[in-house]
């Protein structure tokens, strides 16, 4: 019996959200990500989706309050399929996809160069054992790897066990995130956030406010996708 010979690795060559051949090093061809749901106009503050162009552009609650962070980069609308993969990172553990998704990140994602670390936004040790992984530190591991930077895995502590962000109002959702982080040691000057989603900003902003009265002096945040409101 004669067998052909398979080479097994261009079985592994698919882009993820096609299956046909893709040479990207994100593993998404780059047709598909012609069709992603890429954040174009945003606030010049907290990347809110918006119909203006100008960079400069702020959006309402930036205009009428500040948050503690300086800039907060998304990559992407919440939209599909990006919330697919995230969805199934974070409720069906498919970690592999975080590798693709941080490829994006450190490609297209505009982090400050002269950023001393980056810090991933962490779970209450609760949620952490139930899920087992927290995905924003895993977001921040492969990120720190691509672009060589420092990553800070223990500075940032979540000190309270909080009802979940989706189920609450904006109002409700800052009032949820206040005073529920402690820094651990004292931080560097200059941090970037890392998470996977932002909604209102109430969970960035609590974590920015911690940072900088612990003695930060510029906190930032870089995140796969934005929900518009």
Excluded at 107 to 113: K, R
Excluded at 192 to 209: E, F, K, R
């Amino acid at each position: 019996m004669i067998f052909n010979k398979v080479d097994y690795r261009s079985l592994f060559d698919l882009c993820i959200i096609c299956l046909q051949h893709c040479n990207t090093p994100s593993g998404i061809c780059s047709a598909c990500q012609k069709d992603l749901p890429w954040l174009e106009a945003r606030c010049a503050i907290c990347a809110l989706p918006l119909t203006a162009t100008n960079h400069d552009t702020l959006c309402g609650p930036c205009l009428k309050k500040k948050p503690a962070f300086t800039h907060v980069d998304a990559l992407f609308l919440y939209k599909f399929p990006i919330d697919h993969f995230i969805g199934k990172i974070k409720y069906s553990g498919k970690t592999q996809y975080i590798g693709h998704l941080a490829e994006l990140l450190s490609t297209h994602g505009s982090l400050p160069i002269h950023a001393d670390a980056l810090v991933p936004v962490p779970m209450h040790r609760f949620n952490l054992y139930k899920r087992g992984f927290n995905q924003a530190e895993l977001l921040a591991l492969e990120l720190g790897k691509k672009l060589n930077m420092n990553v800070e895995t223990r500075l940032l502590k979540k000190t309270q066990l909080t009802r979940r962000q989706m189920t609450l109002t904006r109002d409700e959702r800052l009032k949820n995130q206040h005073n529920v982080f402690k820094c651990i040691a004292p931080p560097h000057r200059h941090i970037v956030l890392v998470d996977d989603v932002m909604t209102t900003g109430a969970t960035l902003d609590a974590a920015a406010q911690t940072l900088l009265s612990a003695g930060a002096e510029r906190v930032d945040a870089i995140v796969l996708a934005r929900t518009p409101k």
